[in-house]
């Protein structure tokens, strides 16, 4: 269960990643929406797991591995936006989330 300190940073990161990589997006990966949906911090607010989704493309697994490369500009970035609110930048670490993908499969074995 997270802090309500952990919640509100989750929530901030999640804003201001988004808003990064919708500036950045184009030249990260053309061509490809990358929508964070959910964003968690460890307790001590170093480490953060970013569960992102891509629309649309084939290989999601080497877009999550290109976003990976560019997680340390991303981070950067992420500095000069709330290096005044937090004291340590997180580590991001982009995580692929298959949600759509799962639903849409529960959706397909439910149909008569």
């Known amino acids: 269960m997270d802090s309500i300190r952990q919640e509100k940073v989750n929530a901030l ?11 950045e997006g184009s030249a990260i990966l053309p061509g490809v929406m990358i929508s964070v949906t959910e964003v968690r911090v460890s307790p001590d607010l170093g480490y953060a797991k970013v569960f992102v989704s891509f629309f649309p493309t ?3 697994l080497e877009a999550i591995e290109t976003l990976q490369k560019r997680s340390g500009e991303v ?7 709330i290096g005044k609110q937090v004291r340590v930048i997180p580590e991001l670490n982009f995580i692929l989330d298959d949600s759509i993908d799962r639903a849409n499969r529960i959706d ?3 149909k008569p």
């Open 108 to 110: 397909e074995l439910l």
């Open 58 to 60: 084939n290989d999601k």
């Open 13 to 23: 990161l999640v804003r201001d990643i988004s808003e990064i990589i919708r500036e």
């Open 75 to 81: 981070r950067f970035k992420l500095g000069k936006k």
